[in-house]
């Protein structure tokens, strides 16, 4: 935690400074301003350290397991400095802390990573700006939702370190394996902190979507009407709506959960023997809590997806200088995936034991799904078409996504046939699924994000160079990581397998796990770069002009540092959609939203004219 | 030394690359700020990705040809054959979806790159077009829809059990038990209170059916006849999974599932198809469960009919093989009942392998049956050589840490037989300690007859239960 919050204070440093140039501060103390601010700027930067800090903490535990999948004879003593007792005296990880690993790495992935670091960051920092505000509706409320989100980091980590260690159930903690602590180490202490660790997750969550949502409906600027919103600010606007409506079922779960492990209760467990005993439980249904995890779960991948389609849309717009095609198509597409999101989630039960009726009924819900996101993909192809298209790291990362984006969804169409489903849930083929859609998906979209608004954030340009490599590097070791587990899957390795020589069917593919380790290791290591890179620049970089990527949406009429309040005077109205890129007739490739259309008559269309 | 210079080494490759770094950026700040002109990093990056797509696809090619031949293992049930058809066709669609897609969207950035003085085509919509490719998808999609119903209607539908060899599975941490119906070709009921240490499954042992069933230790199945799982857990979910018959079904502590499928191919047939002849068809579990989720073995092995129907009459019923420990009366095999008044009469012979503790799958602890004269606590010589035992294991292990529990059997008074369990376990701990184990690595404690290792109030089940029980602790 000390590293966060050291950045925080380099932060205010670099940004004291940018204050005292433009004269408008307010006589707040310091702590108010940079720690307690209420400034969604911060709060959106304090959002981005935070993950970056886990994103690290859950890269390396990917590696120390990945070490043991594809290199499960090598002795690794020389972890124990880091990992104490839980590598064994003959220098093997243990069954249980691998579990563990697993577990805490698809948590801080999914939650902590994707959720808070990608929604947080990137909500909090461009909807005031972007719909023309001063601020959130709430800025108190906002402070609130990062401080809560900062506690639940704070409890999560502590989880890591105790002596029965962290939750080892798989993130999706299914019970009776989470509710018993004699089922396994990790559901004793640790599951108890990551229960209250995500229950406060949630509170910040709500506090945050209630806050962009309000803040979009209530706050746009004069001209803004919705029909004229960037496709960002509609993702961020929908993934806020699906989070307040899915995660308090999480957290009625969350619940039920801590009632049956403390108040001796059955939600979810019923006819248990374990180590000699038969305990009490009866009635209660894993089954249930599946159902609840789900709700939320499903949604939760379009949380974590959602934002970075609306980055992307953004970029790939502004850096083929070309309007996103089919505008009205992808806001219908991302309504249509946010209300689908929330009647699939049993597709990840059709083998569960639920009523094969069910099973039938969420298959063909699931790949109703599909369309919505066909296209999607097919817009962003076609917006590349004709283009004019300037290679930003942004814009690298943004195809990267697409590209991600299209090999990860098709292969939701095996897994969404039930049938087909049968052999390769809870295999490989998951992992390679879901990872590739969801998890590096969103990861190259939140990369974008920060090449691409790095600029208004920090006052400063990243180097362009090291974002080139930095890209390659990552687009090619990711699929090499990622890629080859769906042969793995095919062949029908489970998941979260510790080891898989102990069954004569899953001997094969020694050679390409470890293959996948090494590409693992390496595309983790590249990442390297992109922090220097970030860190570097913030001080460092070369100062960024005004509206460096000839933008058109309204934060790049804001102060190269905005201040408190965004605007030094009036906000800017907005007088037009967000995507007038190589307008025929126009004099320069873009006209931003604050232009008004008198002002452009040789480019404005027959039916285009000022309301007011 | 290898290593610091390994550290050395990279220290001096990060300084090397820093120092570079540094000195293009004050080049770039003494040419300009960021001007946004485009330069030649715009084409190296649009030929990039063109090379990237062409390389990708010959990567994609040759690893899949290598992986090729372990993909979808063997079918070798009905339903498994029909699945996997529908896999293959589903895979052909999403490949040429991938590659449709892919090559405009690799081709584009190539073709529409930056020129200067170049506009981009003002496109921002065309209906026709839209509306075309949202059918293509929906219609795609309905069609993988209609095909995965059918098969999962199939599979899903039961035949009725008469028709069907019934087979019980139950999962628990970390392993297997099955049960089948025995000669009468009925399954006894079940129940999880009266689980123990013999009776894993909680076979109602009152109930007549029951008197047949038999757990064998590996599953046999039929070539060509309907089976019926009857899936069920003990402790937390697991899942049966049997990869080569493309089933996978959760077992759930207090909810039966079930799962039914046809076997088509006998295991010789199989070695025989595969050449390899010590082939074997496996259960994995597929739900995490645990520390040992990952060597839930069992073998199964499919045989004709005939061959099966020897093998199931060749087995023993559950009750007859653990009549002994189970103290039921069994009409076929009445147990010799010794009634020795000594609480020491009946020998049990340890073979016990302490180093079960050390790699332990599952939670372990292990008996020892170390001899006490009746409401005695000292050690006599003969238990101290056994106790011996114990301390060479700790020596060896220096990092082993171990709770010794003293046990009781059921006779007299229970606080009485608690408070001397106690006071044997201790009595082994001060041993211990006195040879010079540390005593943090140590820890005693007394269950007098809480937790007998079998039930009932034979002498062959006092003197199981006279134990001491080791666990490694943390
Ligand atoms: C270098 C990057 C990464 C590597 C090498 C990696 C590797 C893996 C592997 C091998 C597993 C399966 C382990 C097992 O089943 O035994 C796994 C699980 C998982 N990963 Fe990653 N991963 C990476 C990044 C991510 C990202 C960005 C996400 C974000 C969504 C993510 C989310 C998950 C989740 C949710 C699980 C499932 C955890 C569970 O089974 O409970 N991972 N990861
Ligand atoms: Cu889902
Ligand atoms: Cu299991």
Not at chain 1, 224 to 248: D, K, N
Not at chain 1, 325 to 354: C, D, K, P
Not at chain 1, 495 to 521: G, H, N, P, Q, V
Request: glycine fraction near 6%; charge should be neutral.
């Amino acid at each position: 935690m000390a590293v966060v919050e050291a950045h925080t204070q380099h932060l205010s440093s670099g940004q004291a400074h940018a204050h005292d140039e433009h004269h408008d501060h307010h006589d707040l103390p310091w702590i108010r301003k940079y720690i307690f601010s209420e400034d969604h700027k911060i709060i959106a930067k304090q959002y981005l350290f935070t993950g970056i800090f886990w994103a690290i903490v859950g890269g390396a535990m990917s590696l120390i397991f990945r070490l043991q999948l594809g290199f499960p004879e090598a002795d690794i003593s020389w972890l124990k400095p880091l990992l104490g007792k839980w590598i064994t005296p003959e220098g093997k990880l243990d069954q249980e802390f691998y579990l563990a690993l697993v577990t805490m790495h698809g948590t801080i992935m999914v939650f902590f990573v994707l959720t808070a670091g990608l929604s947080g960051t990137f909500s909090n920092y461009l909807i005031p700006l972007q719909v023309g505000a001063r601020d959130m509706a709430s800025g108190f409320l906002n402070m609130l939702s990062y401080w809560f989100f900062f506690l639940s980091s704070v409890l999560m980590f502590i989880s890591i370190f105790i002596p029965t260690g962290p939750a080892g159930g798989g993130w999706t903690i299914y019970p009776p394996l989470s509710a018993l602590p004699q089922a396994i180490s990790g559901s004793g202490a640790g599951m108890t902190l990551w229960l209250i660790s995500m229950a406060i997750f949630i509170v910040s969550l709500l506090l945050g979507g209630l806050n962009y949502i309000t803040t979009v409906i209530n706050l746009r600027t004069v001209g803004m009407t919705f029909w004229r919103m960037p496709l960002t600010i509609w993702a961020f606007f929908i993934t806020a709506i699906i989070g307040v409506l899915s995660f308090p079922v999480l957290f009625a779960a969350a619940l039920l959960l801590i009632f049956d492990r403390s108040l001796d209760t059955s939600f979810f467990l019923s006819d248990i023997y374990m180590q000699g005993q038969a305990l009490h439980y009866k009635g209660g249904s894993p089954l249930l809590f599946q159902h609840l995890f789900w709700f939320l779960g499903h949604p939760e991948v379009y949380i974590v997806l959602l934002p970075a389609l609306g980055i992307t849309s953004e970029i790939i717009s502004t850096c083929s200088r070309k309007p996103i095609f089919g505008y009205t198509a992808m806001v219908y597409s991302i309504i249509g995936i946010a209300f689908l999101s929330f009647i699939v989630w049993a597709h990840h039960m059709f083998v569960s034991g639920m009523n094969p009726f069910l099973g039938s009924i969420f298959m063909i819900l699931t790949l109703i799904i599909a369309v919505p996101s066909a296209v999607k993909s097919f817009n962003y192809i076609a917006t590349l078409w004709r283009g004019n298209i300037i290679f930003t790291p942004a814009m690298l990362f943004s195809i990267g996504l697409v590209s991600f984006f299209i090999s990860g969804g098709l292969t939701g169409l095996i897994l969404g046939n039930s049938a087909a489903d049968i052999q390769l849930h809870d295999t490989y083929f998951v992992v390679a699924h879901f990872h590739i859609v969801m998890g590096t998906a969103s990861f190259f979209g939140m990369l974008a994000g920060v090449y691409h608004w790095f600029p208004k954030m920090f006052g400063r340009m990243m180097d362009e160079r090291l974002g080139y490599i930095h890209f390659w590097l990552t687009f090619i070791g990711a699929y090499c990581v990622f890629f080859p587990m769906h042969y793995i899957g095919i062949a029908g390795f489970p998941r979260r397998y510790y080891l898989f020589s102990s069954f004569d069917a899953f001997k094969t593919f020694t050679e390409l796990d470890a293959f996948i380790s090494m590409a693992a290791i390496f595309t983790v290591s590249v990442q390297f770069i992109f922090l220097f890179n970030f860190f570097y620049s913030i001080f460092r970089g070369r100062r960024a002009p005004q509206n460096p990527w000839k933008s058109n949406t309204l934060e790049w009429t804001a102060p190269i540092n905005p201040g408190h309040g965004n605007w030094p005077g009036e906000i800017p109205h907005v007088y037009r959609w967000a995507y007038d890129y190589s307008k025929p007739g126009a004099a320069d490739d873009y006209i931003p939203q604050n232009i008004p259309f008198s002002q452009t008559p040789e480019s404005n269309l027959p039916h285009e004219k000022d309301e007011e | 030394m290898v290593t610091l210079l390994i550290i050395a080494c990279i220290l001096l490759l990060v300084l090397i690359l820093l120092l570079a770094f540094r000195a293009h950026v004050l080049i770039g700040i003494i040419k300009n700020a960021y001007t946004g002109k485009v330069g030649v990093a715009n084409k190296i990056n649009a030929i990039g990705i063109l090379i990237f797509f062409i390389v990708g696809l010959i990567a994609f090619y040759f690893s899949y040809q290598t992986a090729k031949p372990y993909f979808l293992p063997e079918a070798a049930s009905v339903h498994g054959l029909a699945t996997d058809r529908m896999f293959w066709l589903s895979m052909t669609i999403i490949l040429i979806a991938f590659l449709v897609t892919n090559v405009l969207l690799y081709t584009f950035p190539y073709l529409y790159q930056y020129k200067e003085g170049k506009r981009a085509y003002f496109y921002p919509d065309n209906v026709k077009l839209e509306m075309m490719w949202t059918l293509l998808p929906a219609i795609v999609m309905t069609i993988l829809v209609w095909m995965g119903l059918k098969e999962w209607n199939i599979i899903m539908d039961f035949p009725p059990e008469e028709e069907c060899v019934v087979i019980e599975i139950m999962g628990k941490q970390f392993g297997w038990h099955v049960r089948y119906a025995g000669k009468d070709m009925k399954m006894g009921k079940y129940s999880f209170n009266s689980i123990n240490n013999v009776n894993h499954m909680g076979i109602d042992l009152s109930d007549p059916n029951s008197m047949d069933d038999f757990c064998p230790n590996e599953i046999h199945l039929p070539k060509g006849k309907k089976i019926l799982l009857k899936i069920r857990s003990r402790d937390v979910i697991h899942s049966v999974y049997l990869p080569h018959f493309r089933v996978k079904m959760d077992a759930v502590p207090g909810m039966a599932t079930k799962f039914w499928f046809i076997p088509t191919k006998t295991t010789m047939e199989m070695r025989d198809q595969l050449g390899k002849p010590d082939f074997n068809y496996e259960m994995a579990c597929t739900e995490i469960c645990g520390k040992s989720h990952f060597a839930m073995r069992m073998v199964v092995v499919v045989d004709e009919p005939e061959e099966f129907e020897k093998w199931y009459a060749a087995q023993k019923p559950f009750v007859e093989e653990n009549a002994s420990s189970l103290n039921l009366p069994v009409k076929s095999k009445p147990v010799e009942q010794k009634t020795d008044t000594m609480s020491v009469a009946v020998e049990i012979k340890d073979t016990v392998n302490l180093d079960v503790l050390l790699n332990a799958k599952e939670e372990k602890s292990v008996a020892l049956h170390i001899n006490f004269a009746p409401n005695e606590f000292s050690l006599s010589e003969e238990a101290k050589t056994k106790v011996d035992e114990i301390y060479t294991f700790m020596i060896k292990n220096k990092d082993i840490k171990l709770e010794i529990d003293g046990h009781t059997d059921n006779t007299g008074d229970p606080k009485k037989n608690k408070e001397l369990s106690e006071k044997r376990a201790k009595a082994i701990v001060d041993y211990l300690v006195s040879k010079g184990v540390k005593k943090n690595r140590l820890k005693a404690k007394g269950y007098g007859s809480e937790k007998p290792l079998v039930e009932g109030d034979s002498e062959q089940a006092k003197a199981m239960n006279r134990r001491v029980e080791l666990k490694k602790i943390n």
